[in-house]
C-alpha cells in the first residue's frame, strides 16, 4: 500500500533485492527438503541414509538462510526502524523534487 500503514520493504531498499530474493529462495528450497525428508521416511527403506542426509542439507540451509537474514539486519541495516527512517527520507526527497519541478515550470 501506497502510503498506507503497510510497506514493502523491497521497495524501500531496493539494493537489498537481491539478498532478499536469495533469502527467500532458500527459506522456500528448505520447506521442499523437509517435505521430501518427510516422504522419503515413509517410502524408503528404513536402512537408507537418504533421510538423514536430508535433514543434514535441510539444516544447513536453514541456518544459511538465518545468516542470511542477519547479515541483512545488522550488516546492511534492513531493520524496521532503518526502513521507517529511509522510508521517510525518500518522501523528502520526492518531495523536494516535486517542488524543482514546479520551480522549473
Do not use: C
Amino acid at each position: 500500500m501506497r502510503g498506507g500503514k503497510f510497506h514493502d520493504a523491497g521497495s524501500l531498499v531496493p539494493a537489498l533485492r537481491k539478498e532478499r530474493e536469495e533469502r527467500g529462495t532458500l527459506g522456500l528450497g528448505s520447506v521442499v527438503i523437509f517435505a521430501l525428508n518427510l516422504w522419503s521416511r515413509f517410502r524408503i527403506d528404513e536402512a537408507s541414509k537418504i533421510p538423514f542426509l536430508l535433514s543434514v542439507v535441510g539444516v544447513i540451509v536453514v541456518g544459511f538462510g538465518g545468516w542470511l537474514g542477519g547479515k541483512m539486519v545488522y550488516v546492511k541495516g534492513m531493520a524496521v526502524e532503518a526502513v521507517e527512517i529511509l522510508a521517510k527520507k525518500q518522501q523528502g526527497v520526492d518531495s523536494q523534487a516535486r517542488q524543482s519541478g514546479r520551480r522549473a515550470a
